[in-house]
C-alpha cells in the first residue's frame, strides 16, 4: 500500500456524484490510471471513494472494462517490489497506455518499449500480459462467426464488453432489446452494430437470458464449446466442473457443439443437427466427451410462470395428463387405452411436477421415468377406478 502513497497525490474530497457518473463513462483504462478517487479505492481502500466505485462499478457502465483494465494495472503496481519513483511510475505508465491502446494492427497484441530498466522487467511485463490478455480476449479470443462480422484490423472499440465483477447479479440491456442478468464474474461481448445484421454475443460465466423477438435475425450465443441459437426465448446458462448446463423457460432453443456448427455454416448446408429444448428442458455439455444429455430441469414450473389450478374430481387420467403437459409443456408418454377406466380425484395445485407424477403413480400402481427431456409413464392399466384423497 506504501507505493501508492509515493507515486500518486491522493485527494479525499469526492466530486458531485452526478457529475462524476457522467464524466466516468467517457474514461478510458489510461483516464482511470490518473484519476484521484479511482487511485484512492485502488490503492487506499479509501471509505468514500470505495463506497462512490463499488456503486458506479455495480451499474454495468459500457466502459466497465476499462475500469477493471486499470484496477487490475494498479494492483499490480502496488504490489511491485522494490518501490519506483513516481517520475518513473508516471512515464512507463503512460508508456504503457499508448503502447495497450495502438497496439500492432497486424498481430493484434501490444509491442513491448524498446528501453526500461532492470528494475521495471517484472512490472511492466505484468501489466503488458494484463494488457495483451485484455485485446486477445477482446480480439482474437473471438469464435469465427463473430470474428467474420469484424474489420479485418478494428480497434478494440469496435467490441463491447459488460463485466459484472461484483459479488451479486447485475442486468444488462442489449441493443435489440434482449437483456441478460450477469451472475458474479461473468461477462458478455457483442460487436458495435449488435441488432442491425445480425446478433451474436458471447458469454464467458453464468447468465439468465430474455430474448427479444426478431424473426429475421436469430439470436446467437457463444458460450465455451456450444452454440445456442433462439428467437424470443428465455433461457439460463450455467457452467462448472467442466460442463454446461443450458435451461430453457420458454421458447425455443437449438443447442450445438460450436464446432460442428461453424463447420455446417461455412458448408452453407441448409440441415444443421442439434438439440432442441423446449420449455422445461436443458441440456448439460460435458467438455471431456463432447457428448449432449439432455434432460427434463429439476424444478418444472408453469408456462404461465404462475401457479396454475390443478383440481381433479373423478377426472379420467388422460384428461389429468393432457392437463399437465398444456401446464408445464412437457411432452408425458403413454398407452392412453391402458388408462382409460383410470380415475383421478386429487388436489394437485401448488405440488411440484415430479410429486404430481409420484401422486398419480402411486394410485394406479405405474411408475415413470426420465428419457430425452420426457416423461415416460408405464403402468399394466386400470381394472378399477383408482382414487387419491
Not at 452526478?18 to 487511485?39: N, P, V
Not at 497496439?103 to 522487467?121: D, I, L, N, Q, V
Not at 449432449?292 to 401457479?307: H, I, M, R
Not at 393432457?322 to 383421478?344: H, P
Given at each position: 500500500?506504501?507505493?501508492?502513497?509515493?507515486?500518486?497525490p491522493?485527494?479525499?474530497?469526492?466530486?458531485?456524484?452526478?457529475?462524476?457518473m457522467?464524466?466516468?463513462?467517457?474514461?478510458?483504462?489510461?483516464?482511470?490510471?490518473?484519476?484521484?478517487?479511482?487511485?484512492?479505492?485502488?490503492?487506499h481502500?479509501?471509505?468514500?471513494?470505495?463506497?462512490?466505485?463499488?456503486?458506479?462499478?455495480?451499474?454495468?457502465?459500457?466502459?466497465?472494462?476499462?475500469?477493471?483494465?486499470?484496477?487490475?494495472?494498479?494492483?499490480?503496481?502496488?504490489?511491485?517490489e522494490?518501490?519506483?519513483?513516481?517520475?518513473?511510475?508516471t512515464?512507463?505508465?503512460?508508456?504503457?497506455?499508448?503502447?495497450?491502446?495502438?497496439?500492432?494492427?497486424?498481430?493484434?497484441?501490444?509491442?513491448?518499449?524498446?528501453?526500461?530498466?532492470?528494475?521495471?522487467?517484472?512490472?511492466?511485463?505484468?501489466?503488458?500480459?494484463?494488457?495483451?490478455?485484455?485485446l486477445?480476449?477482446?480480439v482474437?479470443?473471438?469464435?469465427?462467426?463473430?470474428?467474420?462480422?469484424?474489420?479485418?484490423?478494428?480497434?478494440?472499440?469496435?467490441?463491447?464488453?459488460?463485466?459484472?465483477?461484483?459479488?451479486?447479479?447485475?442486468?444488462?440491456?442489449?441493443?435489440?432489446?434482449?437483456?441478460?442478468?450477469?451472475?458474479?464474474?461473468?461477462?458478455?461481448?457483442?460487436?458495435?452494430?449488435?441488432?442491425?445484421?445480425?446478433?451474436?454475443?458471447?458469454?464467458?460465466?453464468d447468465?439468465?437470458?430474455?430474448?427479444?423477438?426478431?424473426?429475421?435475425?436469430?439470436?446467437?450465443?457463444?458460450?465455451?464449446?456450444?452454440?445456442?441459437?433462439?428467437?424470443?426465448?428465455?433461457?439460463?446458462?450455467?457452467?462448472?466442473?467442466?460442463?454446461t448446463?443450458?435451461?430453457?423457460?420458454?421458447?425455443?432453443?437449438?443447442?450445438?457443439?460450436?464446432?460442428?456448427?461453424?463447420?455446417r455454416?461455412?458448408?452453407?448446408?441448409?440441415?444443421?443437427?442439434?438439440?432442441?429444448?423446449?420449455?422445461?428442458?436443458?441440456?448439460?455439455?460435458?467438455?471431456?466427451?463432447?457428448?449432449?444429455?439432455?434432460?427434463?430441469?429439476?424444478?418444472?414450473?408453469?408456462?404461465?410462470?404462475?401457479?396454475?389450478?390443478?383440481?381433479?374430481?373423478?377426472?379420467?387420467?388422460?384428461?389429468?395428463?393432457?392437463?399437465?403437459?398444456?401446464?408445464?409443456?412437457?411432452?408425458?408418454?403413454?398407452?392412453?387405452?391402458?388408462?382409460?377406466?383410470?380415475?383421478?380425484?386429487?388436489?394437485?395445485?401448488?405440488?411440484?411436477?415430479?410429486?404430481?407424477?409420484?401422486?398419480?403413480?402411486?394410485?394406479?400402481?405405474?411408475?415413470?421415468?426420465?428419457?430425452?427431456g420426457?416423461?415416460?409413464?408405464?403402468?399394466?392399466?386400470?381394472?378399477?377406478?383408482?382414487?387419491?384423497?
Amino acid at each position: 500500500m506504501g507505493i501508492c502513497l509515493k507515486i500518486f497525490p491522493i485527494y479525499l474530497k469526492m466530486k458531485n456524484a452526478r457529475q462524476a457518473m457522467q464524466s466516468y463513462q467517457a474514461y478510458k483504462a489510461g483516464d482511470f490510471l490518473t484519476d484521484d478517487s479511482f487511485i484512492a479505492w485502488v490503492c487506499h481502500r479509501d471509505a468514500e471513494a470505495t463506497g462512490f466505485w463499488t456503486n458506479w462499478m455495480e451499474q454495468a457502465h459500457s466502459n466497465r472494462s476499462e475500469a477493471l483494465l486499470a484496477k487490475d494495472i494498479l494492483e499490480a503496481l502496488v504490489n511491485q517490489e522494490p518501490p519506483v519513483r513516481s517520475e518513473t511510475l508516471t512515464q512507463e505508465t503512460a508508456q504503457i497506455m499508448r503502447r495497450v491502446r495502438n497496439s500492432g494492427a497486424e498481430t493484434g497484441y501490444p509491442a513491448f518499449p524498446m528501453r526500461f530498466s532492470r528494475r521495471w522487467a517484472a512490472g511492466i511485463g505484468l501489466l503488458f500480459l494484463l494488457g495483451a490478455a485484455w485485446l486477445v480476449w477482446g480480439v482474437l479470443g473471438m469464435p469465427p462467426s463473430l470474428l467474420s462480422f469484424l474489420p479485418t484490423h478494428h480497434p478494440p472499440d469496435e467490441v463491447v464488453e459488460q463485466v459484472n465483477h461484483t459479488r451479486k447479479p447485475v442486468r444488462v440491456a442489449l441493443p435489440d432489446g434482449s437483456s441478460v442478468l450477469l451472475q458474479a464474474h461473468s461477462r458478455v461481448q457483442h460487436r458495435v452494430g449488435f441488432g442491425r445484421e445480425y446478433r451474436a454475443v458471447i458469454l464467458t460465466g453464468d447468465a439468465d437470458f430474455e430474448i427479444a423477438s426478431d424473426t429475421g435475425s436469430p439470436f446467437l450465443l457463444y458460450t465455451g464449446d456450444i452454440v445456442a441459437r433462439a428467437t424470443g426465448s428465455g433461457f439460463s446458462v450455467k457452467t462448472a466442473h467442466a460442463q454446461t448446463v443450458l435451461s430453457v423457460r420458454n421458447g425455443l432453443v437449438t443447442v450445438y457443439t460450436r464446432k460442428e456448427f461453424e463447420r455446417r455454416r461455412n458448408d452453407d448446408t441448409s440441415v444443421m443437427p442439434g438439440v432442441v429444448l423446449t420449455p422445461n428442458q436443458q441440456v448439460v455439455y460435458r467438455e471431456n466427451r463432447e457428448t449432449f444429455e439432455k434432460q427434463l430441469v429439476a424444478k418444472p414450473v408453469p408456462l404461465t410462470g404462475e401457479a396454475t389450478s390443478l383440481e381433479f374430481t373423478d377426472a379420467p387420467l388422460p384428461a389429468v395428463l393432457a392437463k399437465l403437459r398444456q401446464t408445464f409443456g412437457i411432452d408425458i408418454v403413454c398407452d392412453e387405452k391402458l388408462l382409460e377406466k383410470c380415475r383421478l380425484t386429487a388436489s394437485l395445485t401448488g405440488i411440484a411436477f415430479f410429486e404430481q407424477l409420484r401422486i398419480i403413480c402411486d394410485d394406479i400402481g405405474a411408475y415413470y421415468e426420465i428419457t430425452d427431456g420426457k416423461v415416460i409413464l408405464t403402468t399394466a392399466g386400470c381394472r378399477e377406478p383408482g382414487r387419491v384423497q
